[in-house]
């Protein structure tokens, strides 16, 4: 009864090769999002998708292209991959919130990219 | 300049010490506020929401300043189990219908026996 799962955990792969990371979250929540945590820790939002609609696209190359067939799903496709793209990927979601609500975003387990 | 900030420490405590940390934020119009989590090599999670008229749960307390932009949480009879890093999250809108979490890097603190 995961909340949150993320696959793969691990994922080792060569310069320039293209690679998918997936997301499932079971809490029946409408937002989901991608978050990067580099080597020095700082975790930073990528993409947030709400009811499978883009939200939030923050600055990133777009080399990375996230995928939402339905709400429960959060894909996440990178393309000609690079070393700097090495870091922990998290997927979370949370219940659709106005701006100036609390809310409360629940994480995956992280997908460990390491690029060679 | 960061959205958030905070001391990266780390913080070294006796168990049964008390520990402060601290956060600044940027934005003067952001909403939400709290407290995350993240042991290591596992996912952040949510350790609690700070209100402006502080809040506490157990051990630990939770303020928030908003004139001077300032977050802390206080751990007061630190447990070897409290060994984590603690996440400043910030919730800000920058004007779009949908608020975005800003977390600061993380203050680690470590207890030993």
């Known amino acids: 009864d995961t909340a949150v799962s993320q696959t793969p955990k691990y994922l080792v792969t060569q310069m320039g090769n293209d690679k998918s990371i997936k997301c499932e979250q079971n809490?029946?929540?409408?937002?989901m999002y991608w978050y990067k945590q580099d080597s020095k820790k700082f975790l930073k939002i990528m993409f947030s998708?709400?009811?499978?609609?883009?939200?939030i696209n923050e600055t990133v190359p777009n080399r990375f292209s996230p995928k939402s067939p339905d709400k429960a799903h959060l894909n996440l496709h990178i393309n000609s991959l690079e070393l700097g793209d090495s870091a922990v990927y998290f997927c979370?979601?949370?219940?659709?919130?106005?701006?100036?609500?609390?809310?409360?975003?629940?994480f995956g387990p992280g997908t460990r990219l390491l690029v060679l | 300049r960061k959205e958030v900030e905070q001391d990266p420490g780390p913080f070294n405590v006796p168990e049964g010490a008390t520990v402060a940390f601290n956060c600044t934020y940027s934005?003067?119009?952001?909403?939400?506020f709290f407290w995350y989590r993240q042991d290591c090599r596992k996912e952040p999670k949510l350790l609690m929401s700070?209100?402006?008229s502080g809040n506490e749960d157990g051990r630990f307390t939770a303020q928030l300043n908003r004139a001077s932009q300032y977050i802390s949480l206080l751990i007061r009879d630190s447990k070897l189990s409290d060994s984590a890093t603690y996440l400043c999250?910030?919730?800000?809108?920058?004007?779009?219908?949908?608020?975005?979490?800003?977390f600061g890097r993380g203050t680690q603190l470590t207890v030993w026996p």
């Open positions: 979370a979601s949370s219940q659709v919130v106005l701006a100036g609500d609390q809310e409360t975003q629940y």
């Open positions: 809490l029946g929540h409408d937002t």
């Open positions: 998708y709400n009811n499978k609609e883009l939200i």
């Open positions: 934005n003067s119009a952001s909403q939400s």
């Open positions: 700070v209100y402006s």
């Open positions: 999250v910030v919730l800000s809108d920058r004007g779009s219908t949908l608020g975005r979490l800003y």
